[in-house]
């Protein structure tokens, strides 16, 4: 697996292209604003094609572009407890960057805890709420990767202040399914830059094992 990274418009969300070289398949994990356009232009140029698209969770800045995909009948994969906010992104404008322009989208296929094969890779999908109720991690444990979305990132965690955020409820995905993964595991964020379990586990100053 090779791992492309955008970040995003308007607030620096990180889209993820996942490339199976052998089969000339992309996954993208996320769809920010631009998304659409960076991995579409990606699969002309290469003679690619995008396959699937994995959302973290149903925030409205990792969903602007979503919409797009729809359009393109390119399967899109979330969690049922965000299906508000993908159903009815505008409940999040309050929230939003105002005058940004929020579309509902169609999720093609819930997921929650369990293995997805898509795009030739094969993933473990775990539930990490606390940031939000559908937050999923992707774990490719072939090439030791995680995609966190907004539960962790490089020294910090997702805020709790959100509707449906609480961090008790993170903290406990955290320790129990992010930190138990192979210290070695790199954690893809949905902000900011890559880290890994061990990095986070001993030094994160929000959930740390001591
Ligand atoms: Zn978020
Ligand atoms: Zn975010």
């Given at each position: 697996?090779?791992?492309?990274?955008?970040e995003?418009?308007?607030?620096?969300?990180?889209?993820?292209?996942?490339?199976?070289?052998?089969?000339?398949?992309?996954?993208?994990?996320d769809?920010?604003?631009?998304?659409?356009?960076?991995s579409?232009?990606?699969?002309?140029?290469?003679?690619?094609?995008?396959?699937?698209?994995?959302?973290?969770?149903?925030?409205?800045?990792?969903?602007?572009?979503?919409?797009?995909?729809?359009?393109?009948?390119?399967?899109?994969y979330?969690?049922?407890?965000?299906?508000?906010?993908?159903?009815?992104?505008?409940?999040m404008?309050?929230?939003?960057?105002?005058?940004?322009?929020?579309?509902?989208?169609?999720?093609?296929?819930?997921?929650?805890?369990?293995?997805?094969?898509?795009?030739?890779?094969?993933?473990?999908?775990?539930?990490?709420?606390?940031?939000?109720?559908?937050?999923?991690?992707?774990?490719?444990?072939?090439?030791?990767?995680?995609?966190?979305?907004?539960?962790?990132?490089?020294?910090?965690?997702?805020?709790?202040?959100?509707?449906?955020?609480d961090?008790?409820?993170?903290?406990?995905?955290?320790?129990?399914k992010?930190?138990?993964?192979?210290?070695?595991?790199q954690?893809?964020?949905?902000?900011?830059?890559?880290?890994?379990?061990?990095?986070?586990?001993?030094?994160?100053?929000?959930?740390?094992?001591?």
């Amino acid at each position: 697996m090779r791992i492309k990274l955008k970040e995003c418009e308007p607030i620096g969300t990180n889209a993820y292209c996942l490339l199976n070289d052998d089969l000339k398949q992309v996954i993208l994990v996320d769809a920010p604003l631009g998304s659409f356009e960076w991995s579409s232009e990606f699969c002309k140029k290469y003679n690619y094609e995008l396959v699937a698209v994995l959302l973290t969770h149903g925030h409205w800045d990792h969903i602007l572009d979503a919409h797009l995909f729809n359009e393109q009948k390119i399967p899109l994969y979330g969690h049922q407890a965000d299906s508000l906010l993908f159903e009815q992104p505008e409940r999040m404008m309050q929230y939003a960057i105002p005058g940004i322009n929020i579309r509902a989208l169609e999720i093609n296929h819930w997921i929650e805890t369990g293995a997805i094969s898509v795009g030739g890779f094969s993933f473990e999908v775990f539930e990490v709420p606390g940031h939000c109720p559908g937050s999923l991690m992707f774990y490719h444990k072939d090439s030791n990767a995680a995609f966190v979305g907004d539960a962790i990132f490089a020294g910090g965690v997702g805020r709790c202040d959100l509707p449906g955020g609480d961090f008790k409820v993170l903290e406990a995905s955290i320790l129990n399914k992010i930190y138990t993964l192979p210290l070695d595991t790199q954690l893809y964020p949905g902000h900011g830059p890559m880290t890994t379990v061990r990095i986070e586990r001993s030094g994160n100053p929000f959930v740390s094992i001591p």
